[in-house]
């Protein structure tokens, strides 16, 4: 038996709408997003933890860097569970530094260090928390991209229309810099 | 070049004890603990995120099922990366439940709930993150067990002194339920 609940996220969610229980959710079947390449899924944000933390996971194909961006109240977590991925960050002095991380390898950014990250093989995944006194931030790829039902990566590229741009980065503590450069190659 | 850092916790860690400075840490090279037969490896702490989550992995040889226990103020995520994780919780109306969790399966205890975990598969290991309103608390591993060099699960495990029973856990919102039956099977 599969119970689903109704959030205010989802019609058919496996978080249950009171953070008082208990649940277990089966790999992938957390609430899932798209957001260009990606798929999102959540297995538990704010409303589970008293805005402590969250949990989620970020699968994508081989591809590009992402935006380099920041988050002023936001601390990241990058645990990575299959592929590999380069994780580019800067401290706040403009110290620059990139890394290759496999399946087991961690990183950690600070609120206000620059990032961004590019996976390097087929399919990889991090699993990701990201929060801070302010709260976290889970609801930003699906408000940014979209919702998804199916499991799987997205079939084609979910592009937010521009518009979207410039009100939902700055309501989930994302900032994006355009024409940052990262010199450590 | 690996490097390595004076903290309050470790003479040399991968943490840094600045906590605006991002850092990468490889597979297994964490803040190591053992305690019974498990390895803890910390990846952060509070200290890294304000007191707001913390993030590490569990190891440990197919055995028993730990002691029940409860949180009053901590919220628990169980995330399966390797091996066979059969995680038992009651919920606060003493509603219980059991689920076998493989890799990508994830479970999430609201505090106040009792639960206890028995790991089906040899070297099985859980991503934890274990935090609430009223902090992080990822050195209860080593302050009930004890820190440690080596890589790897422990060679023979590591009993605690009996008189670390009684002090340790309720510094780190952790009570241990004797007796407690789970009538899940």
Chains 1, 2 share one sequence.
Request: aromatic share 12%.
């Amino acid at each position: 038996m599969t119970i689903e609940y109704a959030t205010r996220y989802r019609t058919a969610s496996r978080i249950p709408a009171d953070p008082t229980k208990p649940y277990f959710i089966e790999k992938g079947e957390g609430d899932r997003a798209h957001l260009f390449g990606d798929l999102i899924t959540v297995y538990a944000g704010g409303e589970q933890t008293e805005n402590t933390f969250n949990f989620f996971t970020v699968e994508g194909p081989k591809g590009d860097i992402i935006p380099a961006h920041v988050h002023a109240d936001t601390h990241e977590v990058f645990y990575i569970t299959q592929g590999a991925v380069r994780l580019f960050v800067e401290d706040t002095e403009g110290v620059q530094q990139e890394k290759l991380l496999t399946p087991g390898d961690f990183g950690f950014v600070p609120k206000n260090c620059k990032h961004a990250y590019r996976m390097e093989r087929e399919h990889s995944q991090v699993v990701g928390v990201a929060a801070g006194p302010g709260g976290t931030f889970e609801r930003f790829f699906e408000t940014l991209g979209a919702p998804a039902d199916a499991l799987g990566l997205p079939r084609e590229p979910v592009i937010p229309e521009p518009h979207k741009f410039g009100s939902v980065p700055e309501q989930f503590d994302v900032r994006f810099l355009r024409d940052h450069e990262w010199r450590t190659r």
